[in-house]
């Protein structure tokens, strides 16, 4: 009993030493969280090649898994039919080994950014349900048996449900139906039985489309198909999701029996461009500053802002950290993030935790001094 009396202040100590923002030991994201989850980061050309020095340091410091943000996709590995592109993706696969990292092929089967002869036959004409079947498995083939017993897990499907939770109407699916997602898991496996399986998807904090995509993994289960983790993409905005709609994304998909991975994080600060605007504002210097108003700095504010919901996800996935085995940012710093380009080419966005200079955010120090905050949390709740 004495004893606890004196532990409990010391870990109060440290408890408040954490929150006023005080470094302790551990001062990296993946030392801090290692008991947790793996904390990845998409890898950028640069990167995986080792021109970009200054972030390369950072990832090997911060990181232990890491995805290929655009080299595996099959436009860049497959661009004509039979010929295929392993260079980029030999070399990513290679920095991910040489530090012992954990790694993540993306994507396998996506609508997006796949070459149209996918579809199409020599004529042009939309290929039969048996040729789509058949250049579904070299694709995956090909691929995945290059990289066996190399990459752990892959995204193999991408983006298969819309927010209503109905199916994409992808080439994929008109061609094949809901069936191309279980031939595509079905491939994977048998192209390396080892690798863990995931269904990759956005938005996933809306009720459709959790309902959708816990049906479809259910359904796959039933089937017989090995799935093994579905990926949150995580790409969110100042207001969307909210952390309560995301927790209950996180509880349905995790008592499906699979991993929840957080796969593609990043928190925009930019507004979304408006749809049901006229060219009459649009092309207004006023509307198009509205739409990009921080390419001078970010406001204090908005960092703050942004900094405190980060940090609740965060909370969130370490209340959750039972059921969530990695979370990986979309990129390492604002420099290279995609968010800057998109919707809306050439704004200035803020969305990653080390800024244009590659230099950590204060949110990097926060966010490992979250773990501390939860594990001396535990040893209190322990002791009482
Ligand atoms: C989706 C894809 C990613 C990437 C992002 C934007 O989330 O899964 O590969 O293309 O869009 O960069």
């Not at 710093?333 to 803020?350: E, M």
Request: aromatic share 12%; net charge neutral; with cysteine.
């Amino acid at each position: 009993m004495k004893k606890t009396y004196l532990f409990i202040p010391v870990l109060m100590f440290m408890l408040m030493a954490c929150s006023n923002g005080q470094k302790l030991a551990v001062n990296t994201l993946k030392d801090a969280y290692k008991d947790k989850f793996l904390i990845g980061t998409a890898l950028n050309n640069k990167q995986y090649t080792g021109q970009d020095t200054k972030s390369v340091a950072v990832i090997k410091q911060h990181f232990n898994s890491v995805v290929a943000e655009n080299c595996m996709k099959s436009e860049q590995i497959q661009p004509q039919e039979g010929k295929f592109y392993f260079d980029q993706a030999d070399l990513f696969v290679d920095f991910g080994l040489k530090n012992n990292m954990h790694i993540v092929g993306h994507t396998l089967i996506w609508h997006s950014q796949i070459p149209q002869w996918f579809f199409a036959d020599a004529d042009g004409k939309e290929v039969s349900r048996e040729v789509l079947t058949e250049r579904m498995r070299n694709h995956i083939h090909t691929v995945v048996k290059r990289y066996k017993g190399k990459i752990k897990g892959w995204d193999v499907v991408n983006e298969a449900i819309l927010d209503d939770g109905s199916f994409r109407q992808s080439k994929f699916f008109q061609i094949l139906g809901e069936d191309y997602i279980r031939l595509a898991f079905q491939f994977a496996h048998e192209a390396d039985p080892d690798a863990e399986l995931y269904y990759n998807d956005y938005s996933m904090a809306h009720a459709g489309k959790r309902m959708g995509t816990v049906n479809m993994v259910r359904k796959l289960q039933q089937q017989g198909v090995k799935i093994d983790g579905i990926g949150m993409q995580g790409h969110m905005t100042m207001d969307f999701p909210t952390v309560t709609e995301f927790e209950k994304s996180i509880i349905a998909f995790a008592e499906l029996g699979v991993k929840v991975m957080i796969t593609e994080m990043d928190i925009s600060v930019l507004p979304f461009p408006n749809p049901n605007v006229g060219a009459d504002i649009a092309n207004t210097a006023e509307y198009k500053h509205s739409l990009n108003p921080y390419s001078d700095g970010l406001p204090k504010e908005i960092y703050e802002r942004w900094h405190q919901r980060y940090t609740d996800f965060f909370r969130l996935f370490l209340k959750h950290q039972d059921k969530i085995s990695r979370v990986t940012l979309w990129g390492l710093s604002d420099a290279d993030t995609w968010k800057n380009d998109w919707p809306i080419k050439g704004r200035t966005d803020y969305p990653l935790l080390f800024d244009r200079n590659v230099e950590p955010k204060p949110l990097v120090q926060a966010l490992i001094n979250e773990v501390s905050v939860v594990k001396n949390k535990e040893m209190v709740a322990k002791i009482k």
